[in-house]
């Protein structure tokens, strides 16, 4: 399994961003896909889920309206497109898979099965 994230950057407030994550192989079409991320200090959060069955799409409520997760099955790849960006949206943004859609949602760092290398976006005021 192998995930590449990109597309992080400076942006100012209320600006935007769209973050890429490709998977290998078939994975999308096969795994849970979710886009984590990490401020400075703080604990991996989850941001947005994607359930391969059905699309179902979960976002945390402080990003809900303002980002959107896709995939595209034709090229392998997840999405994050994110709008309205604020200061406390800075972090390093996480690609991460996993067979088991309860896994992606509660397990966490320690929990979910792969990881991708994150991407910096940086939101400044």
């Known amino acids: 399994v192998q995930l590449q994230a990109s597309g992080g950057g400076l942006v100012q407030t209320g600006g935007s961003l769209r973050l890429s994550c490709a998977a290998s192989g078939s994975l999308i079409d096969t795994y849970a896909m979710g886009w984590f991320r990490q401020a400075s200090g703080k604990e991996r959060e989850l941001v947005s889920a994607l359930r391969r069955w059905d699309d179902n799409i979960f976002y945390q409520s402080s990003v809900k309206g303002r980002f959107t997760m896709s995939r595209d099955t034709s090229d392998g790849t997840v999405y994050l497109q994110m709008t309205s960006l604020q200061p406390e949206d800075t972090g390093v943004y996480y690609c991460?898979?996993?067979?088991?859609?309860?896994?992606?949602?509660?397990?966490?760092?320690?929990?979910?099965?792969?990881w991708g290398k994150g991407t910096l976006v940086t939101v400044s005021s």
């Open positions: 991460a898979a996993d067979r088991n859609w309860g896994r992606m949602m509660g397990g966490g760092e320690r929990g979910v099965s792969y």
